[in-house]
């Protein structure tokens, strides 16, 4: 990563998921706190566990923050994503809340 710093929260997030640790990748969320992927939204803490497991860190997925840009509570940013479900670079979304996320966002890229 270069030219650009991450929110504590979503550096978090991006480090659970290359370290394959589940209970990190929850922890980075609030207790309120969901993934949205491509319009399908898991909340809460068993619904961010059960994204990590699907499509993520059950996937063996690695994380790459490719650009940043914050602006007040949301980053967005471009990364490279790699796993045996997707592989290819995509848009996020992260609200952070305090010292954790909100919401992480994968909107549809068309």
């Known amino acids: ?3 650009f710093a991450l929110p504590a929260a979503v550096q978090r997030m991006v480090d659970a998921i290359n370290a394959a640790d589940t209970e990190a990748f929850v922890a ?3 207790p309120e706190g969901f993934v949205s992927d491509w319009g399908t939204v898991k909340k809460g803490p068993e619904g961010v566990r059960a994204w990590a497991a699907s499509d993520a860190i059950g996937a063996g997925a690695r994380m790459t ?3 940043a840009e914050t602006e007040g509570d949301t980053t967005r ?3 490279d994503w790699r796993s045996s479900v ?3 670079e995509s ?4 609200v952070v809340s305090g010292d ?3 919401s992480f966002t994968i909107p549809p890229s068309h």
């Open 1 to 3: 990563m270069s030219g």
């Open 28 to 30: 980075a969320f609030t």
């Open 65 to 67: 923050v490719l650009t």
């Open 77 to 79: 940013i471009r990364f």
């Open 86 to 88: 997707f592989t290819g």
């Open 91 to 94: 848009d996020g979304i992260f």
């Open 100 to 102: 954790r996320l909100a």
